[in-house]
């Protein structure tokens, strides 16, 4: 009995602390449920902590501003779809695998119904909160679009590509793989894209980026080159 009782005393007491990258996907995790629900404006920091089981002493201490809570959004956002992409990965593969590829991850980032939301807060929000546009730049634009110029690069050092500006084949590629999509979804005229129609435009995308869409036959008919 009395080992019993020793046996209680020992189970009680401060429950096990968490270890801060768990406290802080706990709380980023909570802010995205708060951004979904009320916007960026009316999100509160003490409901986020409250959500997330912490004091806003903590809160504050990892996430200074509500910025810095929507910069991780975003942050962990890309490192669930587009972020994995290993340049090793990608190096064994062929030039239209690897564009493949890359499409596809970038699709399945910017198509998302989450994207979609944050995106269309980020447009409705940012004349308030100007801090939004930038952070939206920084962690969602560009850093996605250094990833797919540092593979183009790649394939014109290899000769596998002919670009006279990355930047800007870059820019074309994220245009024609997300914009018309993205557009009628957060106008609400159509619904997001499945994962399977994803896979499709992004090979769809591929094929005429690096093919053309002239016909060939047309072409040899014509002595137009191609």
């Known amino acids: 009995m009395k080992q019993s009782s020793e046996r209680t005393e020992k189970c009680r007491g401060r429950p096990p602390v968490r270890p801060p990258s768990e406290t802080k996907r706990v709380i980023v995790a909570a802010a995205a449920e708060q951004f979904r629900q009320d916007g960026y404006a009316s999100a509160s920091v003490a409901r986020i902590a409250r959500s997330a089981g912490v004091s806003t002493k903590t809160l504050y201490r990892l996430f200074p501003a509500k910025s810095d809570l929507f910069a991780e959004v975003i942050s962990q956002q890309i490192g669930r779809y ?10 064994r593969m062929s030039t239209r695998e690897g564009l493949e590829h890359l499409l596809t991850a970038y699709g399945r980032l910017t198509l998302s119904e989450e994207t979609i939301f944050m995106t269309r807060l980020v447009l409705a929000e940012s004349d308030r909160f100007p801090e939004l546009a930038a952070v939206f730049y920084e962690q969602a634009v560009r850093r996605t679009s250094a990833t797919i110029e540092a593979w ?18 870059a820019g074309i590629l994220r245009g024609m793989m997300a914009m018309e999509p993205q557009r ?15 896979a499709d435009r992004a090979r769809r995308c591929t094929r005429i980026f690096l093919d053309g869409s002239v016909s060939r036959t047309r072409a040899r008919s014509s002595g137009l080159p191609f």
Request: with cysteine.
């Open 82 to 91: 587009f972020l994995p992409l290993e340049e090793r990965e990608l190096a």
């Open 152 to 169: 183009l690069a790649r394939q014109v050092a290899a000769e596998t590509l002919q670009l006279d500006n990355v930047p800007e084949a």
């Open 184 to 198: 009628a979804a957060m106008l609400g005229c159509a619904p997001a894209l499945s994962e399977e129609d994803v």
